[in-house]
């Protein structure tokens, strides 16, 4: 069965999920929708789209359009889902999927009551390096997990993104603080507390440091930054180790984990033995501490994404809406509710 998609939106996103779709077998991409006809008719002859639409009422008219890709400005993502549900189309939409927990609500009672597949587009969790790291975490391949360490920052040009430095709709918080909150509602559940500090530049939060504790035990230390290079990693710190991505965060295409070491015997409680005087002895030498600290790197898991690192969550959703299926078992409601409710939480919070 093909399926035909729409896309709203002509901006950096648009074209890169355009691409992935192409990837997905039986998908074909019917049109593009933008208010500005100019940029719709562009994005569609450059891209090699077959009809451009200035209205977002004649785009779901269209027969031929199965689903929506929704990818204009965080403002606008909640109309556009809601009126594409009432269309008849599944959506898959742009993260964040709505700027409020009110709209999210409004948006999760539309697809209830349409019947039709909706998701919220975070392509992270569907990362082959995102799945192994959950699933280790699952398995207690390193004990039992109690902490979340999660950094996703870089600087960003207001002049390049403004949309990001745009109040209400913009923000670090917004934009890049679900991708680490999404991994800590899949390792540790729901949320309690929130604690939260942000960082504001004409009114628009640019730094932020979340603090999750949860409802079932663990916490969850967040950062995001628009103004800084961070470290960008993540690891799930456990009893008898920790699991973390291979940075870059987002992106990651690799595991590492690294337990720790057994408890030392009866010579080493009561004091060196002729085997720990000597190794004592040799760590005086740095050739030999270089030698032994890569001996107790990290075993590293490599996990490809492949071609598109986009296509994953594609083929999850278009999965899901070949088997009739209207919520993803991944990105499921509850939980991208649940994102939103922590991302109010922290702005509204705040010192």
């Keep these: ?112 009551s349409s019947g039709r597949l909706f998701m919220e587009a975070m392509w992270t969790p569907f990362l ?23 950094e996703f920052g870089y600087p960003a040009d207001p002049k390049s993104y403004p949309l990001l430095f745009t109040p209400v709709t913009g923000g670090v918080v917004l934009d890049r603080a679900a991708y680490g909150i999404s991994l800590a509602l899949h390792l540790f559940g729901d949320v309690a507390k929130v604690d939260a500090a942000l960082s504001l530049k004409d009114g628009v939060d640019v730094d932020a440091s979340l603090m999750l504790s949860h409802v079932k035990g663990g916490r969850s230390q967040l950062t995001f930054s628009m103004t800084s290079l961070l470290f960008n990693t993540a690891t799930v710190a456990c009893d008898r180790g920790y699991i973390g991505l291979v940075r870059p965060t987002i992106g990651s295409e690799g595991v590492c984990v690294q337990l720790t070491n057994a408890p030392g015997g009866a010579a080493d409680r009561q004091g060196l033995s002729f085997k720990g005087r000597l190794k004592q002895k040799l760590q005086q030498y740095p050739t030999v501490r270089r030698f032994g600290a890569a001996r107790k790197a990290p075993a590293i898991t490599r996990c490809s994404y492949g071609a598109d690192p986009y296509a994953h969550q594609v083929r999850h959703f278009v999965a899901l809406l070949r088997s009739d299926r209207v919520e993803s078992d991944i990105n499921t409601y509850e939980r991208s509710l649940a994102a939103l409710e922590i991302i109010e939480s922290a702005k509204r919070g705040s010192p």
Excluded: W
Excluded at 128 to 150: D, I, K
């Design 128 to 150: 082959p390096a995102y799945q192994t790291l959950r699933r280790l975490v699952s398995e207690g391949s390193a004990g039992v997990p109690h902490h979340l360490h999660f």
């Design 1 to 112: 069965m093909k399926i035909g998609f729409g896309i709203v939106g002509t901006g950096r996103m648009a074209a890169l999920m355009l691409q992935a779709l192409r990837r997905v077998e039986g998908v074909e991409v019917m049109a593009v929708m933008s208010p500005s006809p100019n940029r719709a008719r562009e994005f569609a002859a450059g891209h090699g789209i077959g009809a451009a639409y200035e209205n977002l009422a004649d785009m779901l008219n269209d027969p031929g359009i199965t689903a929506v890709y929704i990818a204009n400005s965080n403002g606008e993502h909640a109309a556009t889902t809601i009126a594409s549900l009432s269309a008849g189309k599944a959506v898959l939409c742009e993260k964040p999927f709505a700027i409020s927990v009110a709209e999210g609500r409004a948006i999760v009672a539309a697809a209830r």
